[in-house]
């Protein structure tokens, strides 16, 4: 099964940008990289998702290595809210989701 | 426009009693899925239901547990004679259709077990 590898944790400094990496060098050509994000006593929150090419929407931007081996989401602009664990998941069938253990970000004012 | 919703929020069962998790998926949506997220882990998936129809139950414990989806009313997660290692979140997510598409999460059941 194709696995994703991210680091422990993160940290930045409110209104700077944030660049997460995922490592996935065994990814298959028809899994998707889904990013999904999880505050505090909540469940997950969808981020963004994609295949091949660089994805933006209005939460975040998604790069995408040319070989798909690694992906970087990007947080243009850090708030006090966006401290979270982020996870980066590869849709290996169509609906099973495998969550790792994520990069815990932390947001310094 | 509602999102997923679980209750309850917090449960505590003793040890041997039957535990019942309830799960209304967003407005239009008929695909359901249940994770288990031991403290400090990532979601595990359990299964995944389609109106009356179970797809994928390839993470769900093999005794003691079960789930449906019935055509009217919420999504159930049953567990039967729960043991201390059942204490966990288990969170629900729903989509509109399947494959990649994204999956909208509950906030999870807290269930602890004495």
Redesign the interface.
Not at chain 2, 41 to 45: D, R, V, W
Not at chain 2, 102 to 108: C, L, R, S, Y
């Given at each position: 099964d194709a696995k994703t590898t991210q680091p422990n944790s993160m940290e930045s400094n409110e209104e700077e940008p944030v660049h997460l990496p995922c490592n996935h060098s065994t990814i298959s050509g028809t899994d998707y990289i889904h990013w999904y994000r999880q505050l505090p006593s909540q469940g997950p929150e969808y981020v963004i998702h994609g295949l091949t090419s660089n994805v933006n929407n209005r939460m975040a931007s998604l790069a995408i290595a040319e070989d798909r081996k690694s992906s970087t989401l990007i947080l243009h602009r850090a708030t006090l809210r966006d401290a979270a664990v982020y996870y980066c998941i590869l849709r290996e069938r169509n609906n099973d989701m495998r969550f790792g253990a994520g990069t815990r970000l932390t947001v310094k004012p | 426009n509602a999102g997923?919703m679980q209750n309850p929020r917090h449960l505590v069962r003793r040890r041997g009693q039957e535990a019942r998790l309830r799960c209304s998926p967003m407005k239009g949506h008929s695909?359901v899925?249940w994770?288990r997220q031991l403290p400090e882990?990532?979601?595990?998936?359990m299964v995944?239901l389609q109106k009356e129809n179970i797809?994928?139950e390839?993470?769900m414990p093999k005794e003691r547990f079960s789930a449906e989806f019935p055509k009217e009313g919420p999504s159930i997660l049953r567990i039967q004679q729960v043991v201390r290692g059942d204490s966990a979140a288990y969170?629900c997510?729903s989509s509109q259709t399947?494959?990649?598409q994204?999956?909208?999460?509950?906030?999870?059941t807290r269930l602890s077990i004495l």
């Open positions: - | 997923v695909h899925y994770y882990e990532g979601l595990k998936f995944y797809i994928d390839s993470g969170f997510a399947g494959g990649p994204p999956q909208h999460f509950g906030d999870g």
